[in-house]
């Protein structure tokens, strides 16, 4: 019997926790295309304020020295597919997805030619990077959180997710981690499926993934990593919703920057 040959990305995905004018961060994403000057295209999608936040990354951009930077906005799905858009998403070197909500940047770009011609560069060109920050991160995965505050994280019913745009798999991001307290949102996710591994990035804090598995820390605060496949046993199935979860043998690392870590052998690399 065959065994399935794993195909893996030759881009480069970068989901950030938040806080993306981190110089750090910024000049890594210029590091990985490989070029100098790359054209940066920068997607205001999830935003309800696109001018602002097209103003605001111009500005850190220019700031660093690049002015090849062009900016994509709409409000409707029939717009993701203009071929003024799929020619901007052709010709730069990075993409970044821009902060807001990701349920809406989800419902706007899922199933378009926009995200096939997006996913289909990130498969198969290296040095091809997509950048995504709080929103943008949280909807790069194939499961994604789109409510559930931190308080009550930990009770059924209260977290509430959906499919992300799939640029990886197996894997779900939550933003402004460490800030806003969010390992109960971390651990309710890995009890609804302990085959996922979670992501949780604090601010100004990314991870850069190459070939959809190794990963490592960049930017100045934590990265937190939990792992649900050595769970024991939880009662989610036998409780009703409203009440509190048990969950026995969930598996938390925590990585600083510079450290890395591979998603399919879930262990830290030295």
């Known amino acids: 019997m065959r065994t399935k040959r794993v195909v893996r990305p030759k881009g480069i995905l970068m989901p950030i926790g938040g806080g993306e004018d981190s110089q750090l961060i910024l000049e890594r994403i210029i590091k990985e295309t490989g070029k100098k000057r790359p054209k940066i295209c920068y997607v205001t999608v999830a935003t309800t304020s696109p001018r602002e936040a097209a103003q605001k990354h111009k500005k850190f ?13 709409f409000d409707t799905r029939k717009e993701a597919d203009l071929p003024s858009n799929l020619l901007k998403i052709k010709e730069c070197n990075a993409v970044f997805l821009g902060g807001g909500d990701q349920l809406r940047l989800s419902s706007l ?58 640029l990886i798999n197996n894997v779900f991001i939550d933003t402004h981690f460490t800030q806003r307290g969010r390992f109960g949102r971390l651990i309710q996710t890995l009890t ?55 969950v026995e043998g969930v598996k938390m690392h ?6 890395r870590f591979s998603i399919s052998e879930r262990k830290l690399l030295f």
Do not use: W
Not at 61 to 73: A, Q
Not at 124 to 143: H, L, R, Y
Not at 147 to 157: C, E, M, N, P, V
Not at 254 to 259: E, N, R, S
């Open 192 to 246: 609804y499926n302990p085959g996922v591994l979670g992501l949780g990035l604090s601010l100004d804090t990314g991870v850069v993934i190459y070939g959809g598995d190794e990963l490592e820390v960049v930017g100045t605060g934590l990265v937190v990593i939990a792992d649900g496949t050595e769970i024991i046993y939880t009662d989610l199935t036998e409780i009703d919703n409203g009440y509190p979860i048990t």
């Open 254 to 259: 925590v990585l600083g920057p510079g450290k």
């Open 109 to 166: 770009i899922g199933g378009t030619k926009f995200i096939s011609l997006l996913r289909k560069r990130y498969l198969n060109e290296p040095k091809f990077v997509i950048c995504g920050n709080s929103a943008g991160a949280a909807a790069m995965s194939d499961t994604m959180i789109i409510s559930g505050s931190s308080q009550d994280a930990l009770i059924k019913g209260e977290l509430e997710l959906t499919n992300g745009l799939n």
């Open 61 to 73: 951009f220019r700031d660093m020295g690049m002015k090849n930077v062009t900016i994509i906005h």
